[in-house]
């Protein structure tokens, strides 16, 4: 059952939609003053990589990951954001924060360092799934940054809908939230051609690559249209998972696709091995390791206990909240991601509830993937077309009406839900009309016009963004800062506690755990 705008309006649940969840996962590659990745373990001030809730790391030890606890407002989502990044500038001596999703000048791959977890069968169980990831991506792929953007509606707005549809409320939550994951993998090109900021890379990311990328006069390379290149070929793409076509029509179909992903094996894996000279170089010979390894635009997540399979999870407890994965880090933000930005999002998302959104078929799912390759090469070519159920149209008129769709959103929270003058959904959508206009304000443009006109090279651009952020952020006090201290020092107590405890054999415990599949 479909929700319509007028439906909410009438609806008990209208003021629920205050209580929208927004929690911000956000990646940066540590790197020296000269822009260089940091060959320094990960700082000791910051805690313990496996037990800080706040401040870990992804797949190198050099890639910063900064979580935020959830929150009901997009600005005190950010404020906690911005308070993180102060106390981690200081507490990472002299170094910086990399401030585009593509690395900084990179080493080759087995120069990059794989994060350490430490010796407790959970950690080696992280490390050894990044040393499968380096093994079946190499580690440069895996050096990309980004941010993953997490959205929930409270359980209330979710119970009052369900009662209303006559359904329970698990199975209402799964429908709801699969059904706006649909219509985002139809939708979210929009979000990529408008912010999407990776359109150039190092030379160095690209050394030894088939492409077909243009070389910098001032140094690097870039694809001249490109809006993001972290979502394109060169970024995080999976040869294996191309065939994969995991349904997100309901969620027994989702995860049946998934567990056969988690158990069927890939020739080119089995060549790799799960050993290499008595080393176990990655978890098994599937298509993913684990769950974690699917790559989508965009997830259906439920927290999952450690030592829990995030699959059976969702089997048995159902999907919790929605995951998007499809974030640049913005580089003209110290902190990578703007209100607008997280605004921009939630209304596409609540568009994407109130919506109609029919199974996809395979048919379906080919041309999402062809418009979502078109616009992160192609999104600011003015002649690009994309494919909709009326044929071949225009990107720009088909951005120009979705954005007449998604004002009608935003108008809507600002006047029946928000209420506050200090906060504009509208604007944060009319703001990108222009852009659409103007391609070359887009994000993307803005980052090829400092490359072209004001030429700097790629490393020059990262290191100029770089520092600004690092004065910006330094100039502030930290309000959270006996929190983040707390919390550091608390990690690496249970860490130690954690391998202090008797253990039985990695190799047992990770049969047991691959096993734990429903």
């Given at each position: 059952?479909?929700?319509?705008?007028?439906?909410?309006?009438?609806?008990?649940?209208?003021?629920?939609?205050?209580?929208?969840?927004?929690?911000?996962?956000?990646?940066?590659?540590?790197?020296?003053?000269?822009?260089?990745?940091?060959?320094?373990?990960?700082?000791?001030k910051?805690g313990?990589?496996?037990?800080?809730?706040?401040?870990?790391?992804?797949?190198?030890e050099?890639?910063?990951?900064?979580?935020?606890?959830?929150?009901?407002?997009?600005?005190?989502?950010?404020?906690?954001?911005?308070?993180?990044?102060?106390?981690?500038?200081?507490?990472?001596?002299?170094?910086?924060?990399?401030?585009f999703?593509?690395?900084?000048?990179?080493?080759?791959?087995?120069?990059?360092?794989?994060?350490?977890?430490?010796?407790?069968?959970?950690?080696?169980?992280?490390?050894?799934?990044?040393?499968?990831?380096?093994?079946?991506?190499?580690?440069?792929?895996?050096?990309?940054?980004?941010?993953?953007?997490?959205?929930?509606?409270s359980?209330?707005?979710l119970?009052i809908?369900?009662?209303?549809?006559?359904?329970?409320?698990?199975?209402?939550?799964?429908?709801?939230?699969l059904?706006m994951a649909?219509?985002?993998?139809?939708?979210?090109?929009?979000?990529?051609?408008?912010?999407?900021?990776?359109?150039?890379?190092?030379?160095?990311?690209v050394?030894?690559?088939?492409?077909?990328l243009?070389?910098l006069?001032?140094?690097?390379?870039?694809?001249?249209?490109s809006?993001?290149?972290?979502?394109?070929?060169?970024?995080?793409?999976?040869k294996?998972?191309?065939?994969?076509?995991?349904?997100?029509?309901?969620?027994?179909?989702?995860?049946?696709?998934?567990?056969?992903?988690?158990?069927?094996?890939?020739?080119?894996?089995?060549?790799?091995?799960?050993?290499?000279?008595?080393?176990?170089?990655?978890?098994?010979?599937s298509?993913?390791?684990?769950?974690?390894e699917?790559?989508?635009?965009?997830?259906?997540?439920?927290?999952?206990?450690?030592?829990?399979r995030?699959?059976n999870?969702?089997?048995?407890?159902?999907?919790?909240y929605l995951?998007?994965?499809c974030?640049?880090?913005?580089?003209?933000?110290?902190?990578?991601?703007?209100?607008?930005?997280?605004?921009?999002?939630?209304?596409?998302?609540?568009?994407?509830?109130?919506?109609?959104?029919?199974?996809?078929?395979?048919?379906?799912?080919?041309r999402?993937?062809?418009?979502?390759?078109?616009?992160?090469?192609?999104?600011?070519?003015?002649?690009?077309?994309?494919?909709?159920?009326?044929?071949?149209?225009?990107?720009?008129?088909?951005?120009n009406?979705?954005?007449?769709?998604?004002?009608?959103v935003?108008?809507?929270?600002?006047?029946?839900?928000?209420?506050?003058?200090?906060?504009?959904?509208?604007?944060?959508?009319?703001?990108?009309?222009?852009?659409?206009t103007d391609?070359?304000?887009?994000?993307?443009?803005?980052?090829?016009n400092?490359l072209?006109n004001?030429?700097?090279?790629?490393?020059?651009?990262?290191?100029?963004?770089?520092?600004l952020?690092?004065?910006?952020?330094?100039?502030k006090?930290?309000?959270?800062?006996?929190?983040?201290?707390?919390?550091?020092?608390?990690?690496?107590?249970?860490?130690?506690?954690?391998?202090?405890?008797?253990?039985?054999?990695?190799?047992?415990?990770?049969?047991?755990?691959?096993?734990?599949?429903?």
């Open positions: 059952m479909r929700f319509s705008l007028e439906d909410l309006r009438e609806s008990k649940a209208l003021l629920e939609l205050r209580s929208i969840n927004r929690g911000i996962e956000k990646e940066s590659l540590r790197v020296s003053y000269k822009g260089e990745i940091s060959k320094i373990k990960h700082p000791s910051l313990s990589a496996l037990t800080n809730p706040y401040i870990t790391t992804d797949f190198s050099s890639l910063l990951e900064l979580i935020t606890p959830t929150f009901n407002s997009a600005k005190e989502c950010l404020n906690f954001l911005e308070e993180l990044h102060v106390f981690v500038y200081n507490n990472i001596n002299e170094e910086l924060l990399w401030p999703s593509m690395p900084c000048p990179i080493a080759p791959d087995e120069e990059i360092p794989i994060g350490n977890y430490g010796n407790s069968n959970q950690g080696m169980m992280k490390t050894i799934y990044r040393r499968g990831l380096a093994n079946r991506y190499g580690s440069r792929m895996q050096a990309i940054a980004g941010i993953h953007y997490n959205f929930s509606f359980d209330k707005f119970e809908l369900a009662a209303q549809s006559g359904k329970d409320i698990q199975s209402f939550k799964n429908d709801t939230y059904g649909r219509n985002f993998k139809r939708l979210g090109w929009i979000y990529l051609l408008l912010f999407g900021s990776s359109p150039a890379v190092c030379n160095s990311f050394k030894g690559k088939q492409h077909d243009k070389e006069a001032s140094g690097g390379f870039y694809k001249p249209s809006t993001s290149l972290r979502m394109g070929d060169l970024g995080y793409i999976s294996a998972q191309d065939d994969l076509h995991i349904s997100y029509n309901n969620i027994e179909e989702y995860c049946s696709d998934l567990k056969s992903a988690l158990l069927k094996p890939y020739k080119p894996y089995e060549d790799i091995g799960e050993f290499i000279e008595q080393q176990r170089v990655q978890l098994n010979t298509v993913i390791q684990i769950e974690n699917y790559y989508s635009t965009i997830r259906p997540k439920r927290i999952c206990p450690s030592g829990e995030p699959i999870i969702l089997i048995s407890e159902g999907i919790d995951e998007l994965r974030v640049d880090l913005n580089p003209y933000c110290p902190i990578g991601i703007t209100e607008d930005q997280i605004n921009f999002l939630d209304t596409l998302l609540i568009y994407c509830f109130v919506t109609e959104s029919p199974a996809i078929n395979l048919e379906e799912s080919s999402i993937q062809r418009n979502h390759e078109k616009v992160v090469n192609e999104g600011r070519n003015e002649g690009t077309l994309i494919e909709t159920d009326e044929g071949l149209i225009p990107l720009k008129d088909a951005a009406e979705l954005l007449l769709k998604l004002e009608k935003a108008e809507f929270m600002d006047k029946e839900v928000i209420k506050d003058k200090n906060v504009s959904w509208l604007k944060s959508i009319s703001d990108q009309k222009d852009n659409i391609l070359n304000r887009t994000l993307s443009g803005l980052v090829m400092d072209e004001n030429g700097l090279s790629f490393r020059d651009l990262g290191n100029k963004m770089s520092n952020h690092q004065e910006e952020m330094t100039s006090k930290s309000n959270l800062e006996k929190l983040f201290l707390d919390a550091s020092k608390k990690s690496i107590e249970d860490t130690k506690i954690i391998e202090s405890t008797e253990q039985k054999d990695f190799e047992d415990y990770l049969k047991e755990f691959l096993d734990k599949i429903s």
